[in-house]
């Protein structure tokens, strides 16, 4: 007997949520509705999926190693159905079509934001919906079939493992952004950059980017950072150098998009770091798709906006 792939798509719920009710509630089905496409899939599969034995009364779940298995490759039948989807829309719709954005907040603001505005000129049947997004739940809503496109970033010098490969899924670099010394204007001019390194920084936690490249440069000239703040927002730092607290490590396109009065970019030529604006989608993209339209705006848009210099 074939295996329905909604009923795949029911286990993978009732997986990513723990327990019956719960995908129930995901799936806008009742708990009993939800039991009995569970059964159904087992006699397709003839195969048990459900460790029965270890439920308890809050109905928590746990699958058998088949029904993990059938749960995992559900994945890759989410993101076929969510094509199709897409596909059937693309047809019903002409040259009209929706693309979903997410991505973190400085990219957006600074490259999809204008991509909006030339595609309101130059494209107006495309829409486009943004979501400010982390990687993690990006990739999650790619998969699920609820995103379309995925800017994110990586850090080249960074010694944390990139995460990825997404199976299905596949990343293009879109550009690489070098990293720049804000100073306060406060201060005097450092007479060399070993000065600048021994006074105070305004830095993240040691197992970001910018604290790991502020220790490589004060391990390749001999001085040891003083890390007076420490801060996981870009925002807060910018504040505290403005402040004259401090110098920070921040990229071309934060320090654009959170530019703040009494900042000041360190101008002595010292390779500091970079890294590498992504974007991810699906296995496809006809030329005629709704986000091949929008990349190919994007692309423009970033290179209009390199080309002036992110921080000119």
Not at 52 to 63: F, S
Not at 201 to 216: F, G, I
Not at 254 to 268: H, N
Request: with cysteine.
């Amino acid at each position: 007997m074939p295996i329905d792939p909604h009923r795949l798509l029911v286990l993978r719920a009732v997986h990513r949520t723990g327990s019956v009710q719960a995908a129930a509630t995901a799936l806008h089905l009742t708990p009993s509705g939800v039991s009995q496409h569970l059964s159904r899939l087992e006699s397709e599969a003839r195969l048990p999926l459900l460790d029965r034995t270890q439920r308890g009364g809050g109905r928590a779940v746990r699958l058998t190693e088949a029904g993990l298995a059938l749960a995992l490759r559900a994945d890759d039948v989410a993101l076929a159905l969510a094509e199709a989807q897409r596909e059937t829309d693309r047809l019903r719709e002409g040259t009209a079509g929706t693309v979903r954005v997410g991505g973190f907040a400085t990219a957006l603001g600074h490259l999809v934001v204008p991509t909006l505005q030339q595609l309101a000129i130059t494209d107006a049947a495309l829409a486009v919906q943004v979501i400010e997004v982390n990687e993690r739940d990006g990739i999650n809503l790619l998969r699920a079939g609820d995103l379309d496109l995925l800017i994110g970033e990586r850090y080249v010098e960074s010694t944390t493992p990139a995460p990825g490969p997404y199976p299905g899924l596949v990343e293009q670099v879109l550009y690489r952004e070098p990293f720049r010394i804000a100073l306060p204007e406060l201060w005097a001019t450092p007479g060399s950059i070993e000065e600048l390194l021994a006074g105070a920084w305004v830095t993240s936690p040691d197992h970001r980017p910018p604290r790991q490249m502020l220790d490589r440069l004060g391990a390749e000239y001999g001085v040891t950072p003083v890390h007076r703040h420490i801060c996981t927002e870009s925002q807060t730092m910018l504040a505290l150098v403005s402040a004259g607290l401090g110098a920070a490590i921040v990229p071309d396109l934060t320090l654009a998009y959170l530019r703040t009065e009494g900042v000041v970019v360190y101008a002595a030529a010292v390779d500091i770091g970079s890294r590498l604006l992504t974007v991810t989608g699906a296995r496809r993209d006809r030329r005629a798709s709704a986000p091949h339209r929008f990349l190919e705006a994007l692309q423009e848009v970033i290179a209009r906006v390199t080309s002036a210099g992110i921080t000119g």
